[in-house]
C-alpha cells in the first residue's frame, strides 16, 4: 500500500504551489486536449493502422486484376478508359468503413464511458468541445488519407506501368481522384462524429452511420424504381463516386454533376454537426 | 462558495431536486447528507453545469458554472470515479484534462503525487481498484488549484486508510480558506470529517447548520438515570414537569432537562443513583430519525408469506 500513501501535510503545500498560477482555458488547450485523448487510446493506432493497410491492399488487389481484365477479349478495351489514379484510390469504401467507426467512437466512447463528465466539467460550455473533435478528425483523417493514398500509389506502381497506368502527377485528373478522396473521408468522419453526438450510442451510430454511408446503395440498387435511384444517387457512396473518377467511366447511381457533388458530400458532414451543435447545447450531459 | 436558489430538477413527473435553496460557505467542509435516490448527485450535477435544472438557479464563487472562463480554476469536482475512459492511462487522463486549461506538466505530476497514484500512472485506468478510481477522480478534481471542490461519495471503494487520507486531505482544504462540499449517505463518515450539514431526503433539505447543531435539533438530548428510588425519582421529575419513561425496573429515560438538574433533584430529596449519564444522540440515529420519511428505497425484509412461496416454486 506504500505507493498508495500520500501525505496530507505535503498536500496542502502543494495544492498552492505557483505551478498553477497560470491556468487559463483557451481553444488552443481544448483542441490540445482533444488531440492527447485520441492519440493516447490504443484503439485509435490500430484505426489509422488498418485503415492505411487495407486501404493500400484493396487498391493493390485492383491493380492486379487489371491483368485479369486485360486477359478476356471482352474486357480488355475498358482498360483504356481506366484512368490509375481510380485504381489507387480504390480502398475508398474500406477507409470510409474504419473512419466512420473512429469518428463515431470519438464521441460516443466518451459517453459510454462517463469520460463526458469529465470533459465538460473542464469545458462546460461544450461547444469548443465539439469543434476541437472535428478538427482533430478532420486533420487526422486527412493525414491517414494522404498516407494511404501515397503508399497505394507506390504499390501499384510497378503493376500500373505494365499497362501504361502510373497516374501522372501533372495530371488534374490524378488531383481530382486523390483529392476526393481526402474530401469524402473526412466528410466521412464529421458524418459519424455527428451523428454519434446526437445518438450518443456506440452500438447505435456505427450501425446507421454505416448503413447510410455503405449498405443502402447497394441493397437499394435492387429496386429499379427512378424515385429510389434518385435517392440513391443523393446517398454518400455514390455522391463520392463521382469525385473518385475522371468521369470516363460510368458509375452506376453516380449521377450527380461534380458541383453537386460536391455540396452533396458537404452536407453530410455538415447537417449532423450542425443538429450536434444544437443538441449538445440543450441535454443534460 | 455555492449557492442555490430554488433549485428544481424534474425527470418526466418525477421530482428529483424539489426547489431547494442553501448556501454553502468557504472555510469549511459541508456534507451533503442523504440516502440513495434523494438527489445528492443531481443536485451536484447541476451545480456543474452537467444538467440543466427545470427551474431555479444555482452558482459558484458567484457565477453560473459554465460562465466562468477558466472552470476548473474555480471548481474541482470528483462527481464519479468512473467518468474516465477505461482504454487511457491515468497520466493520459489527467493530460487531457490539464490540456484545456494549460496546466502545466508539473502540476499534472504534482497532483500524481498528492494522490499517490505514482505507482500506477502509466496503467490503463480499465485495471484500475475503484480506490485507485476514486484517488485519480480527486487528482482530477485538484488539477486546477479550485477555490471550490464537490465531491460525490469520495470515500466510495477507500481502504480505511484512503479514507483517513481524504478526511485530512478535504479538512486541509478547508483550512486554506476554500469551499469543500462533500456528498455521502455514510452519516459515520460524516460525523468526522463535516463541520456543516446539509440533509437530502426526496429532493427536499430535511437539516442544514452545524453538525453538532443538526443532531441536538432531532434528539433534543436526553439523561438515562438508573436507582433503587427509580420511582420516587420519576414522581420528583414528573412534579419539575420534566417527561420521564421507565423502560425497565430501576431505570428512568429522562428527556428535557440535563443530567445536572436531575442530580440536583435526587440530591435535594436524599435519593441514591447509581447511574446518570447523559445521551447525546450520534449523528446515525439523527440521520435516521430525519430520513426514515424520505428514504426512496426501503428494504423489506419481512418474511415471505406461505402463498409467495408456492408461487414461486
Redo the contacts between chains.
Sequence with gaps: ?S????D?????R????P??A?????F???M??????LL????TWWALASAAALMTLVSLAAAMSLNAMADDPVTAPGIEQVHGAEIVASGFPFGMLIIAVMGALFMT??YS??????T??????RLPVLAAKALTLVVLTAAVTVVSVTLSYLVTMAQLSRYDLVPALDDPGTWRVLGGSVYCLTAAALFSLGLGTLLRSTAATVTVALTVLLLLPGTLSFVTLDWVQTIVSYLPLPASSTLLTTGTTDVPGADLSTHASLVVVAAYAVVPIVAAAVALR?R?? | MIEAHQLTKRYGDKTAVDSISFTIAPGSVTGFLGPNGAGKSTTMRMIMGLDRPTSGSVTVNGKPYGHHRSPLREVGALLDAQAVHPGRSARSHLRTMAATHNIKASRVSEVIEMTGLAGVVSKRVGGFSLGMGQRLGIAAALLGDPRTLILDEPVNGLDPEGVQWVRELVRALAAEGRTVFLSSHLMSEMAQTADQLLVIGRGRIIAAGPVQQVIDSVSGGGVRVRSPHAGELAAALAADGVTVTLPEAGTLEVSGTTAEHVGEVAFTHGLLLHELSPRSATLEEAYMSLTQDAVEYHSHTAPRSKTERGQNR
Design positions: 500500500m505507493t498508495l500513501t500520500a496530507p501535510t505535503t498536500t496542502t502543494a495544492a498552492t504551489s505551478s498553477t497560470e491556468v487559463n482555458s483557451t488552443a488547450g481544448v490540445r486536449g482533444e488531440w492527447i485523448k493516447s487510446l490504443r484503439s466512447g466518451e464511458t462517463g469520460m463526458i463528465r469529465s465538460f466539467a473542464a469545458v462546460p460550455t440543450r443534460d450531459a
